[in-house]
């Protein structure tokens, strides 16, 4: 075996997986565009700076990063986000808003491999721009539904987990923490479903423990699961932060409760997000069966327009993975077996029959019909089964006999009819055939 193999966590695409990346891009974009957004792309080269504290220290950690030719600091992409901010920002003034934008593109982190995690992966990423108020928000979890649920998940396979970074650092600054020990209990917080109390013992090498009372009442935080249990756990902390920020929930709630999407929504403060950038809500979805990492993250990032040095610009967004997606669909038995059969099957006699045969495959051809014939000279009974085992709806048959006569045979391949077409007709022969269907 020739020893030049991918690189690990790199992935290559056969035919049946590239039809199977397909399924999912063009369902992404069609649901998509059903929600009124639009595509744009993007370098997938950027220079380092871009990434440098602005996604935060474990993306930047896992860069693949070098210098070029020129000199320049680079980076392979490994998220969308401020690329589309730089994108956004530079043509701020010009675009009609909300803007509301989404791409398909593949993203490269150096990570750990495991199940669902690769080095290079896609991600079908939705933005708004412009709109500060939770109806972008609405919007973003109505869309990032529709995606999972357009390939036949339903709230039994997956769910959302809601959270709230600003209501985090509201609660934590009642409790009585400044807003340096609330960032680090925040990465506490996001580690804690992983490592359990340990999460907290970094935070306590840097700030002192936390008292009893205080770390009773972070972990109760975290185990609220609805609305009036939030509610109830902030009821006795006077902030008037606090109280409008519910009223935000509320209406967010409400919203997708009128759009028929509760049943997928779960409220989960444990859900803090890695990344930097995020200001407010926050949101991942996951497999209810919990077996698999994340399907999706995202949440709002007001800043990071504005931190890329551009005017200001609220902004809510998230990005769906193609992998753990991809492993969810097989597993619930939703990934189609997609095959690329050809509408019609040319059977050829001869040389002679070959070039009669030409003509009409090239005009089928152009007129969008998917054909094929075999390459080489082939016994009738060869060509049959290949034509048989190819999946074709239609055979046309060029035989010696029926050219002699002027006509073509046209067999119908599931019903195993057959009839005999002037050969002048059998552009007009498929047409029918195919828009009868
Ligand atoms: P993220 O949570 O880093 O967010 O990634 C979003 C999704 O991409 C994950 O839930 C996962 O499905 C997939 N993903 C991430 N890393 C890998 C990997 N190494 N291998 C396979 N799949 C992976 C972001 O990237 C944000 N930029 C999303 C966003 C858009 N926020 C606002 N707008």
Redesign the pocket.
Known sequence: MASFQTLPGFREFYPDAMARRNHLFRLWRQTATAFGFAEYDAPVLEPLDLYKTKSGNEIEAQLFSFTDKGGREVALRP???PTVCRLVGEKASALKRPIKWFSIAEFY?Y?RMQK????C?F?F?A?IFGEPGIEAETELIALLTQCLCGFGLTAEDFFIRLSDRNLWFYFLEALGFDDARSRSLLTAVDRYEKLGDEAFKEDAAQFGPLDEERRARILAFLAIRSLPALEAAVASLASERIAARLEDWRRLLGNLDAMGLSRFVEVDLGVVRG?AYYTGFVF?AFDRKGEL???????R?DDLVGKLGYAEMPAV?????D???ALLLEQRGLMPTLVQAPDVYVVIGGPAERRAAFGDIHALRSAGYRVEYPMREMAFGKQFKAAAESGARLALIYGTDELAKGVVKVRDLGERSEREVPVVHVLGEVRGFFSGE
């Open positions: 998220e969308m986000t982190r990570e669902g995690r690769g080095r992966f991600q990423n933005d990344l991942e990492r994340a399907l999706a993250g995202g949440g990032y967004g998230f990005a769906i993975g992998m753990t997606f």
